[in-house]
């Protein structure tokens, strides 16, 4: 008895392939989603203990284990840490080119991690140090050797730094796939906010722990600890990669602003439509760059609709055509959208300028004041910044669950705020903190003199450390409102291609910021003169710190009035977005949706 199965049975190679596709969307979604959230955070929050017990103390490695001046040494930190905050941009580039985020993270924890064993031999080694000096007067300074190991050892963190931070917030959020459940639309708390409170947990944890080790036990263990720390986060982040949704790199995103740019600029003569559903428009083309929706036409900018004219002489069949001299209406709006988003992102570069180097300074105030908690038990200068992170933790808290269904009240907007008007509060506050911090300042140098201790460098100031305080819960505020709101703008009204370069962007500002910091810096220390100089190299009693925050307040001040006028005249980008009902079932009834509440619907065929 024949039991082969009828004709009928047989699958077609075509239901095959069908079914081998299925099985793959299916697979593919089943991918990502809140499980893979331990492993991508738990690489992060080792990350950040890592980078936050390696880098909160190092003032104090620079100018007290290789007896480096004030200057110099916030300088050096302050360079590299400009260094740091623009390799992102490279790093993002190769993640959204060919790389993708998940081996770019990879690659780039493994030179972090050389970068933390080589400056954990040179504490370790006496032959990679100068001398003690523990009166820090006619100290002798590290070698040129010495230094050349502590610039490598940094620069390879900045390097590893480049491909971990404009990835692993934006390889998190693609894990949910839809914009809704990354913004907070329809989720009680915002991803960022997660974000932010996952990193301050791990700073909190690094800036007790770690710094205590390094002030109480010694620097081998104390730069020991961040560099185990980091073999456990890429060890974790490893793990999960079965568990993982790699979303396909794009193609350079550069190389797509640079063809809209030369196409705009080859038909510069031609004239575009006065309706703008006759420009081109291409669905496949564009299809691997706008997996939540497709970017709509927008009127700012009109010029460069010229790169999505079709010309007579142009056809339209060939798949795709030449992208340097006809684009779709997509890619032109991905232009539109980063020439929208630079003015906001450029006022973050000012705050940073401002910003840059007071972590040091605070911490040399520290040294000279009374930081007893006990007979027994001092506190750490650098462990100071836990007060800004407690604030900056329970703030967010706060934020979310008194701020925001207040705020909602008032302006009717999901989020209480709009991203902007976050960023704007943000910037006020901190503000307010450099004020404070001068006051502190100048209450500080009235105690010493008091007591005639101007002229000692070395001697404890009797006055409370924790007059500090109020200054780091200001800027632990600031953080609510700043540098959460600026992460998630760049985030959101980026194209969806261009994340991770969006998120460099938030770096860059960083590094921009800390550059012209150093310049700042450099120039207030060579044109104060050497008597009453505002940043001395070794007394700060002599110096003129409340000085130089009063100036960078002024900088600030002149910043938020730039920062409102680019607010107010800021477009939200408009897109047509697909919700996972819609892919599903294969028809687009998208929205186009603006921040602002703007919501029109279009209605179209997949």
């Known amino acids: 008895?024949?039991?082969?199965?009828?004709?009928?049975?047989?699958?077609?190679?075509?239901?095959?392939?069908?079914?081998?596709?299925?099985?793959?969307?299916?697979?593919?979604?089943?991918?990502?989603?809140?499980?893979?959230?331990?492993?991508?955070?738990?690489?992060?929050?080792?990350?950040?203990?890592?980078?936050?017990?390696?880098?909160?103390?190092?003032?104090t490695y620079l100018t007290q284990e290789l007896n480096m001046p004030l200057v110099q040494a916030s300088n050096t930190l302050t360079n590299f840490g400009g260094t740091a905050s623009f390799t992102p941009l490279i790093g993002a580039l190769i993640a959204d080119s060919f790389a993708g985020r998940f081996w770019t993270i990879t690659?780039?924890?493994?030179?972090?991690?050389?970068?933390?064993?080589?400056?954990?031999?040179?504490?370790?080694?006496?032959?990679?140090?100068?001398?003690?000096?523990?009166?820090?007067?006619?100290?002798?300074?590290?070698?040129?050797?010495?230094?050349?190991i502590l610039y490598i050892s940094l620069l390879l963190t900045s390097l590893g730094t480049g491909g971990i931070r404009p990835c692993v917030v934006?390889?998190?959020?693609?894990?949910?796939?839809?914009?809704?459940?990354?913004?907070?639309?329809?989720?009680?708390?915002?991803?960022?906010?997660?974000?932010?409170?996952?990193?301050?947990?791990?700073?909190?944890?690094?800036?007790?722990?770690?710094?205590?080790?390094q002030e109480n036990v010694g620097w081998g263990w104390g730069l020991g600890i961040p560099t185990i720390a980091m073999i456990v986060s890429i060890i974790a982040f490893v793990i999960g990669s079965p568990l993982y949704k790699k979303i396909e790199p794009g193609g350079s995103p550069l190389i797509r602003l640079?063809?809209?740019?030369?196409?705009?600029?080859?038909?510069?003569?031609?004239?575009?439509?006065?309706?703008?559903?006759?420009?081109?428009?291409?669905?496949?083309?564009?299809?691997?760059?706008?997996?939540?929706?497709?970017?709509?036409?927008?009127?700012?900018?009109?010029?460069?609709?010229?790169?999505?004219?079709?010309?007579?002489?142009?056809?339209?069949?060939?798949?795709?055509?030449?992208?340097?001299?006809?684009?779709?209406?997509?890619?032109?709006e991905e232009l539109k959208t980063i020439i929208r988003m630079l003015p906001i992102w450029a006022a973050?570069?000012?705050?940073?300028?401002?910003?840059?180097?007071?972590?040091?300074?605070?911490?040399?105030?520290?040294?000279?004041?009374?930081?007893?908690?006990?007979k027994s038990f001092e506190i750490?200068?650098?462990?100071?910044s836990i007060f800004g992170i407690l604030t900056t933790l329970s703030g967010l808290v706060l934020y979310e669950r008194l701020f925001v269904p207040l705020a909602r009240r008032f302006?009717?907007?999901?989020?209480?705020?709009?991203?902007?008007?976050?960023?704007?509060?943000?910037?006020?506050?901190?503000?307010?903190?450099?004020?404070?911090?001068?006051?502190?300042?100048?209450?500080?140098?009235?105690?010493?003199?008091?007591?005639?201790?101007?002229?000692?460098?070395?001697?404890i100031v009797p006055i409370s450390v924790f007059w500090l305080v109020p200054q780091f819960c200001l800027h632990g505020i600031a953080e609510v409102f700043m540098s959460v709101g600026h992460l998630e703008f760049l985030y959101d009204q980026s194209p969806e291609s261009m994340r991770s370069t969006a998120a460099a962007l938030y770096w860059t500002a960083i590094s921009m910021?800390?550059?012209?910091?150093?310049?700042?810096?450099?120039?207030?220390?060579?044109?104060?003169?050497?008597?009453?100089?505002?940043?001395?190299?070794?007394?700060?009693?002599?110096?003129?710190?409340?000085?130089?925050?009063?100036?960078?307040?002024?900088?600030?001040?002149?910043?938020?009035?730039?920062?409102?006028?680019?607010?107010?005249l800021y477009t939200y980008k408009p897109l047509e977005e697909v919700t996972e009902e819609e892919e599903e079932d294969g028809e687009f009834n998208g929205k186009k949706i603006s921040e602002k509440g703007v919501e029109l619907t279009v209605n179209e065929t997949a």
């Open 513 to 568: 910021g800390n550059y012209i910091g150093t310049l700042l810096v450099s120039l207030v220390h060579k044109y104060t003169g050497e008597n009453s100089n505002w940043l001395p190299d070794r007394n700060l009693n002599r110096g003129k710190l409340e000085y130089y925050y009063w100036l960078v307040s002024g900088i600030q001040v002149l910043n938020l009035i730039y920062y409102i006028i680019c607010a107010y």
């Open 1 to 59: 008895m024949d039991n082969k199965p009828a004709p009928m049975d047989l699958p077609t190679p075509n239901k095959l392939v069908e079914e081998e596709d299925d099985d793959s969307m299916l697979n593919h979604k089943k991918l990502g989603g809140i499980k893979t959230m331990p492993f991508i955070l738990a690489n992060e929050i080792c990350d950040r203990f890592a980078s936050s017990g390696f880098h909160s103390n190092m003032i």
């Open 380 to 384: 750490p200068p650098a462990s100071l």
């Open 107 to 148: 690659v780039g924890s493994i030179i972090y991690e050389l970068g933390l064993v080589s400056i954990t031999l040179s504490a370790v080694l006496p032959s990679l140090r100068p001398p003690p000096c523990p009166t820090q007067q006619n100290c002798q300074e590290a070698s040129t050797f010495q230094l050349w």
């Open 348 to 374: 973050g570069i000012l705050l940073v300028t401002s910003s840059s180097h007071l972590h040091s300074f605070v911490i040399q105030q520290a040294r000279t004041m009374d930081r007893h908690l006990s």
């Open 170 to 213: 934006t390889f998190a959020a693609d894990q949910f796939g839809s914009d809704k459940m990354i913004t907070g639309r329809s989720k009680k708390w915002n991803f960022f906010n997660w974000y932010y409170f996952s990193m301050g947990l791990a700073t909190l944890t690094a800036l007790t722990v770690v710094v205590y080790v």
């Open 411 to 459: 302006t009717g907007h999901p989020s209480g705020v709009t991203c902007l008007q976050r960023m704007g509060i943000g910037f006020v506050i901190n503000i307010v903190a450099t004020i404070v911090s001068s006051f502190i300042e100048i209450k500080r140098k009235s105690v010493a003199a008091h007591h005639n201790l101007l002229d000692d460098p070395k001697a």
């Open 258 to 332: 640079a063809q809209v740019i030369v196409a705009a600029f080859k038909k510069r003569k031609e004239t575009a439509p006065e309706n703008p559903k006759l420009l081109y428009q291409n669905k496949e083309l564009d299809a691997a760059i706008s997996l939540h929706g497709r970017l709509v036409h927008t009127d700012q900018y009109k010029w460069l609709d010229k790169a999505a004219v079709v010309t007579e002489s142009e056809s339209v069949s060939s798949n795709p055509p030449n992208l340097w001299r006809l684009v779709t209406v997509h890619r032109v």
